[in-house]
């Protein structure tokens, strides 16, 4: 191999968005290719895998942050939820402004993310298994709530006036949380690419104690990660809740899975200490994009299912293929020259 | 550079020292001393207590009885925090790194070079991948071209190299090296003795502790045997050959598969 190629093959591998953009497009063209006439590439075919990917891509974006520093939050399922339920108690039960009920829901799932960072940091446990516990709790608790004060575990979200516009909003055929997506996408990005913060997100997520001891406040990282990822998830709940008129404690449960796999599929590392948002955006259109593609193939939408485990563990496979590519260049030079 | 340094205060100094856990001492009447841009081996064996000696030190024991002096002073450190306030640094065996994070990111982990103000302060990328990629070839590390590349695609020694650096350029006044060289090959233990070298030539007070009598020979200006908590000897350079040394590090014992193995890295 020529060494310009092989410089180029490694730059290529360095680049960690490049692997998932490949395959967002060919799968793209593939079903634009199956789909003659279905409308899938226009505005409004556009829209509707972009709507969904969009709220996901909200919670997922702080949730690859907190993968890359080495944990995880299964509680974001039920933090959808319990954003969900509390702007529809609160607006259409107790009757108060969309405002206050979103402030009050935001501080709930800071919360919940302090309670999961301060459990994770502390205790050490694996927050693997602390969030599943408090995705439990989180969940249990709003069905309860809901069931014992409304006698329903639905609760109806009264909204009027451009304040709501802010989350049920469209423009043109796409819904406005595009647009919140595309700032917290800005935000996360900055994060982790240009503030010190980011520096430190990486390290905490490569080794924790070795973190610690360079002068990295490591536990600090992970439960403010914590919180962002907490209140992403509420802050989604609420938006889908006044999008779709209705608060739902259980509305968020994919979110569990899906939002780790769209990380995953972005190229975040499953262990920590790698991955960038450009990458998970890719991983996230991937998702959005298999959805939308399937149903206007004609093609049996449960198969979503199918393809997203396919490609999760092709992606992992190849993640690491990459990895090693990326960390080998001048191993391969040096032997080159010792020989 | 002895004679020279004689006459002011050793940066770091411990007299009598002794370190019990319950009823085991684990360090017994130890004194060392090291003045700026002198290079203090200590020698031992497995099980001699050079790493409690280290974490002394560096901050992460206090003694049970003795003195520590910094700069002439008595001090009492409650953390490694305090003994890096000091300008201690400690570079560890299991070497500070993180290999998927680069050169840039490495060197300036804790310390990142900030620019800009307010909400807009962030990274200097532009300053650290520069920065960081002439320190590095100042050390002579060829391998590296942009500061952006990743460690992971360096070798040990040179990342070895790289922490001795970091620690060199924010400012260390004694660097504790832990055993830097022993898990290297001849040409990865040369660069980091290099960086010895040079961290000594910057006036920095080396504390080099190896259970290579090779390298320590090379390098050494001052040499401390521990055998089993006790100082077993103390030297300068010059006053022992190097199987004396070993026959001391080893007990007294005849040694014959250490001398083959250290004459290799010759």
Known sequence: ?339 | MTAQTATTAPVIELIAASKTFGVNTVLDDVSITAHAGEVVCLLGDNGAGKSTLIKVLSGVHTLTRGELRVDGRAVEFRSPRDAQALGITTVFQDIDTFPLMSVAQNFFIGREPMKGRGPFRRMDHKYANSHALEQIREMGIRGVTDGKQLVGTMSGGERQALTIGRALHFGARVLILDEPTSALGVKEAGLVLRQIRNARKSGVAVIFITHNAHHAMTIGDKFTVLKQGKVADQFVQGERSRLEVLTLMAGGEEIDGDDDESSAHE
């Open chain 1, 1 to 339: 191999m020529p060494a310009w190629w092989r410089g180029a093959v490694s730059k290529v591998a360095r680049a960690q968005a490049f692997g998932p953009a490949v395959v967002a497009i060919i799968l793209y063209v593939f079903f634009v290719l199956v789909s003659p006439g279905s409308g899938f590439v226009g505005a409004a075919g556009t829209a509707s895998w972009l709507d969904t990917t969009a709220d996901l891509g909200i919670v997922a974006m702080p949730v690859a942050l907190l993968m890359i520093a080495g944990e995880f939050d299964l509680s974001v399922g039920s933090m959808v939820g319990g954003g969900s339920i509390t702007v529809g108690l609160l607006t259409g039960y107790l009757g108060l402004p969309l405002w206050l009920s979103i402030v009050i829901g935001l501080v709930l799932g800071a919360l919940v993310g302090l309670l999961n960072g301060f459990l994770v940091t502390r205790t050490k446990l694996p927050s693997f298994i602390v969030t599943l516990g408090t995705n439990f709790i989180v969940l249990g608790a709003g069905i309860t709530i809901g069931d014992a004060v409304m006698h329903s575990t639905i609760a109806t979200v009264e909204t009027s006036g451009w304040f709501s516009e802010l989350f049920k909003g469209k423009i043109g055929d796409f819904d406005v949380s595009v647009i919140w997506w595309i700032v917290v996408v800005l935000i996360a990005a900055w994060v982790l690419r240009r503030s010190r913060y980011g520096n430190w997100i990486m390290a905490t997520g490569g080794d924790a104690d070795k973190a610690r001891r360079s002068g990295v406040l490591t536990s600090r990282v992970k439960i403010t990660l914590f919180v962002c990822t907490a209140v992403a998830a509420s802050f989604v709940g609420m938006l889908e809740a006044v999008k779709f008129g209705t608060g739902d404690p259980t509305s968020g449960s994919s979110f569990v899975f899906e939002a780790p796999i769209v990380a995953v599929l972005g190229g975040v590392l499953l262990t920590g200490g790698y991955g960038s948002i450009l990458g998970v955006v890719f991983g996230l259109l991937i998702y959005g994009i298999s959805n939308a593609g399937l149903f206007y193939a004609g093609w049996d939408v449960n198969l979503t299912q199918v393809v997203l485990g396919v490609l999760l563990l092709v992606a992992v496979l190849s993640n690491n293929r990459l990895r090693q590519i990326a960390l080998a260049p001048i191993r391969a030079a040096r032997k080159g020259l010792t020989k």
